[in-house]
T-cell receptor, first 112, second 113 residues
Framework: GESVGLHLPTLSVQEGDNSIINCAYSNSASDYFIWYKQESGKGPQFIIDIRSNMDKRQGQRVTVLLNKTVKHLSLQIAATQPGDSAVYFCAETFGANSKLTFGKGITLSVRP | EADIYQTPRYLVIGTGKKITLECSQTMGHDKMYWYQQDPGMELHLIHYSYGVNSTEKGDLSSESTVSRIRTEHFPLTLESARPSHTSQYLC????????????FGPGTRLTVT
């Protein structure tokens, strides 16, 4: 079946370094992708999204890259801070009124 | 910040009890969802609704039921709780016509003993 998965379960980075979180998706028809951040004890929060007609989108300290050729999505966080420590999920959907499919989640741990 | 609320935040109950997890949103969103999530794992969609009197089962089979009598309210009920129901339950909502950006509540952590 179709799935969205993450390559690594955990990522540890030094404070101030850049972080790159990767995600593979298998549904070539997916046309909308979202990154969520989930802190301990909270629900997921929207970080950034990208549509399939784009290959890059930038937000504040975050950039999402989409490579449709290899069905790969990545989230880059610049100058990682302790407050960035959380579980990150990628999610995909296609068409209007469609449900989201979430990946397994990767834990980002920021070392002081 | 999204205005979507879940109560209770934590619940510990015994096997066989009936429970209702509450979810309310004040944004007027048509679409609402329930997910089940184990720690550090992906979110599994168990129920969704695209409007009042509309409910559908999600991708993960669940023994729970839902109702949507009012736009803002989407409660989830377990008629007879079992230890296998121990999990975190997340409610979300989104606007119709958008491509799936969902606002999430804080979740209810359920433990069935």
């Amino acid at each position: 079946g179709e799935s969205v998965g993450l390559h690594l379960p955990t990522l540890s980075v030094q404070e101030g370094d850049n972080s790159i979180i990767n995600c593979a998706y298998s549904n070539s028809a997916s046309d909308y992708f979202i990154w969520y951040k989930q802190e301990s004890g909270k629900g997921p929060q929207f970080i950034i999204d990208i549509r399939s007609n784009m290959d890059k989108r930038q937000g504040q300290r975050v950039t999402v890259l989409l490579n449709k050729t290899v069905k790969h999505l990545s989230l880059q966080i610049a100058a990682t801070q302790p407050g960035d420590s959380a579980v990150y999920f990628c999610a995909e959907t296609f068409g209007a009124n469609s449900k989201l499919t979430f990946g397994k989640g990767i834990t980002l741990s920021v070392r002081p | 910040e999204a205005d979507i609320y879940q109560t209770p935040r934590y619940l510990v109950i015994g096997t066989g009890k009936k429970i209702t997890l509450e979810c309310s949103q004040t944004m007027g969103h048509d679409k609402m969802y329930w997910y089940q999530q184990d720690p550090g794992m992906e979110l599994h969609l168990i129920h969704y609704s695209y409007g009042v009197n509309s409910t559908e089962k999600g991708d993960l089979s669940s023994e729970s039921t839902v109702s949507r009598i009012r736009t803002e309210h989407f409660p989830l009920t377990l008629e007879s709780a079992r230890p296998s129901h121990t999990s975190q339950y997340l409610c979300a909502s989104s606007v119709s016509g958008t491509s799936g950006w969902q606002y999430f509540g804080p979740g209810t952590r359920l433990t069935v003993t």
